[in-house]
């Protein structure tokens, strides 16, 4: 059993390049992609349903975003990775939106992170 004092993992990245996407390339001709692009437009929550066999079984949501970009995203998803436990599935691997709902009165997206293993 490991030191339960450690740092937990950090959310890997797992987005493959996206469609439009800038990149830069340094000294040694290494392409680097900004992920300066935003993969859901206009206002919208986060919400992780929360899974007792992978983790705490407590649920996750954002706060209220606007089209965040994908380093948002990814704060986000290490939110959500501490709040759960669920270190299980760390890559990060898109976003999905999967309804609309009314919070504090505006109506909103509701998204859920596409996690992998």
Same mark, same amino acid.
């Given at each position: 059993m +490991?030191? =339960?004092?450690?740092t !937990? !993992?950090?959310?890997v990245f797992s987005?493959? !390049?996206?469609p439009g996407?800038r990149?830069?390339t340094d000294?040694?001709g290494?392409?680097t992609?900004l992920r300066?692009?935003? !993969?859901v437009h206009?206002?919208l #929550? #986060?919400r992780? @349903? +929360?899974? $007792? %066999? %992978?983790g705490?079984?407590?649920? &996750?949501?954002?706060?209220v =975003?606007?089209?965040?970009? &994908?380093?948002?995203l990814h704060?986000? $998803?290490?939110? =959500?990775? @501490?709040a759960?436990g669920? &270190?299980h599935? /760390? *890559?990060? @691997?898109?976003?999905q939106?999967?309804?609309?709902?009314q919070?504090?009165g505006e109506t909103?997206?509701v998204c859920? *992170?596409? /996690?992998g293993s």
């Amino acid at each position: 059993m +490991g030191n =339960m004092n450690q740092t !937990p !993992p950090t959310v890997v990245f797992s987005v493959g !390049p996206q469609p439009g996407e800038r990149h830069r390339t340094d000294r040694h001709g290494i392409k680097t992609v900004l992920r300066i692009n935003r !993969p859901v437009h206009g206002r919208l #929550i #986060i919400r992780h @349903e +929360g899974d $007792a %066999f %992978f983790g705490t079984g407590k649920a &996750w949501q954002s706060r209220v =975003m606007s089209s965040p970009t &994908w380093i948002q995203l990814h704060k986000q $998803a290490q939110n =959500m990775l @501490e709040a759960t436990g669920d &270190w299980h599935h /760390m *890559f990060l @691997e898109g976003i999905q939106v999967i309804g609309t709902e009314q919070v504090k009165g505006e109506t909103v997206q509701v998204c859920r *992170f596409l /996690m992998g293993s």
